[in-house]
């Protein structure tokens, strides 16, 4: 069983920046791939950014390239997410988790997944 802990949420304001990080319990963490997805209240669980398991590969949700950047240090089992520019439609809860088998945008293929953190933005 690997827990998956976010930190960093609370509130901004618009253009402003916050950086999100996820622990990881075990060191599967450092074989897996990493994701951010996201949920606004009554809206659908949606993809934010993945990152392989060495950080060589990343990939983002247009609604938040080039402003969003994900990141991880292995030796932490910690996954990152930088996010700037922020803008009110930012707002949710994010959540990390963690793929074992893969390199995925589809939050069904993830395996395992932290309680989230709050992000608000205010306008």
């Known amino acids: 069983q690997v827990q998956l802990v976010e930190s960093g949420g609370g509130l901004v304001q618009a253009g402003g920046s916050l950086r999100l990080s996820c622990a990881a319990s075990?060191?599967?963490?450092?074989?897996?791939?990493m994701g951010w997805f996201r949920q606004a209240p009554g809206k659908e669980r949606e993809f934010v950014a993945v990152i392989n398991w060495n950080g060589s590969r990343t990939y983002y949700a247009d609604s938040v390239k080039g402003r969003f950047t994900i990141s991880r240090d292995n030796d932490k089992n910690t996954v990152y997410l930088q996010m700037k520019s922020l803008k009110p439609e930012d707002a949710a809860v994010y959540y990390c988790?963690?793929?074992?088998?893969?390199?995925?945008?589809?939050?069904?293929?993830?395996?395992?997944w932290g309680q989230g953190t709050q992000v608000t933005v205010s306008s």
């Open positions: 075990r060191r599967t963490f450092s074989s897996a791939a």
């Open positions: 988790a963690l793929d074992v088998g893969g390199y995925s945008a589809y939050a069904p293929e993830y395996d395992y």
